[in-house]
């Protein structure tokens, strides 16, 4: 099979540049013009002015961000006609606002993987549709008092991971210091034992940051300097270790402001899943 030259047209919904054939090349975009070898290599020969310059030096590397080749534009025009297609495809064409969007380093909320390898123990994020650990040692995407704790974070989760084998830290940077949750296998059991053997701790005073208010493991909490707190329209709510937050607060304070304005007037509202209370706060004010 001999070379092509290819356009790409469109993104389809993984975000994947397509061709006028359909067929779909990760990290391209529309404008871009492709050779595809024979053996299936893409190489790009002329980028479209709708590619964006990733940030981060491991993009495409890494699988913790997937579209930072795009521009705000094409991104922001990408993320919306997902939800219309989505829509249409049930016969629906409701009005879709515009994208709300997050500045760069505004993520609160990580996850880190943790894995021991023969070459030692890798920490960071995982590559896209991938078990293989990516080593990061700086994320342009989190906010920057929760980069600033990503050495200790990476302590900490190394240091479970050499005692199990692999750990996942979810780190949140709450209203008053960091909470890090720690997970790890549940140990297999011995023949002839019928006792569970407690589970590996690291050593979390050793490594802890100052502002690493809490570590727990397993749901166990191991150290706390204070109770890690959220705040909902000025309500501080407490945060169980590992808990779903909104991974930015400009999300969180748009999908607020839609509620608000989906309820109106209204009195008498329900949340019938209100988690922590991102919305069930500042609807309170209003309505009961």
């Known amino acids: 099979m001999t070379a092509e030259t290819l356009a790409i047209l469109s993104l389809d919904d993984d975000?994947?540049?397509?061709?006028a054939s359909g067929e779909a090349f990760p990290m391209t975009v529309p404008g871009d013009r492709v050779v595809v070898d024979g053996d299936g290599r893409v190489t790009l020969i002329d980028p479209s002015p709708?590619?964006?310059?990733?940030?981060?030096p491991l993009f495409g590397q890494c699988g913790g961000c997937s579209h930072q080749h795009l521009s705000d534009t094409l991104y922001a025009d990408w993320m919306v006609g997902r939800v219309e297609r989505a829509f249409a495809r049930k016969g629906l064409t409701p009005p879709i606002k515009d994208l709300v969007r997050s500045p760069l380093a505004a993520r609160r909320r990580v996850t880190l993987t943790a894995e021991r390898t023969g070459e030692g123990i890798r920490v960071g994020y995982t590559q896209s549709r991938s078990h293989t650990v990516v080593d990061v040692t700086q994320?342009?995407?989190?906010?920057?008092?929760?980069?600033?704790?990503?050495p200790a974070l990476r302590t900490l989760a190394a240091d479970a991971a050499g005692a199990s084998g692999s750990a996942r830290l979810t780190a949140t940077l709450c209203a008053n210091g960091v909470d890090a949750a720690l997970t790890t296998p549940k140990?297999?059991?011995?023949?002839?034992?019928?006792?569970?053997?407690?589970?590996?701790?690291?050593?979390?005073?050793?490594?802890?940051?100052?502002?690493?208010?809490?570590?727990?493991?397993?749901?166990?909490?191991?150290?706390?300097?204070?109770?890690?707190?959220?705040?909902?329209d000025g309500v501080d709510v407490p945060l169980p270790p590992g808990a779903f937050l909104q991974a930015t607060r400009e999300g969180e304070d748009?999908?607020?402001?839609?509620?608000r304005e989906g309820v109106g007037t209204a009195l008498?509202?329900?949340?019938?899943?209100?988690?922590?209370?991102?919305?069930?706060?500042?609807?309170?004010?209003?309505a009961s």
């Open 15 to 19: 975000g994947h540049g397509r061709t």
């Open 50 to 56: 709708q590619r964006a310059t990733p940030p981060c």
């Open 139 to 150: 994320c342009p995407a989190m906010a920057p008092p929760l980069a600033a704790c990503l």
């Open 187 to 232: 140990p297999k059991p011995k023949k002839g034992r019928t006792k569970r053997r407690p589970d590996a701790r690291p050593p979390p005073l050793a490594t802890a940051s100052d502002a690493i208010i809490r570590i727990a493991l397993n749901g166990e909490t191991l150290l706390q300097r204070d109770t890690p707190v959220v705040r909902f």
């Open 254 to 259: 748009g999908l607020i402001k839609a509620v």
């Open 268 to 286: 008498r509202v329900a949340d019938c899943f209100s988690g922590l209370g991102t919305f069930a706060a500042p609807l309170s004010r209003t």
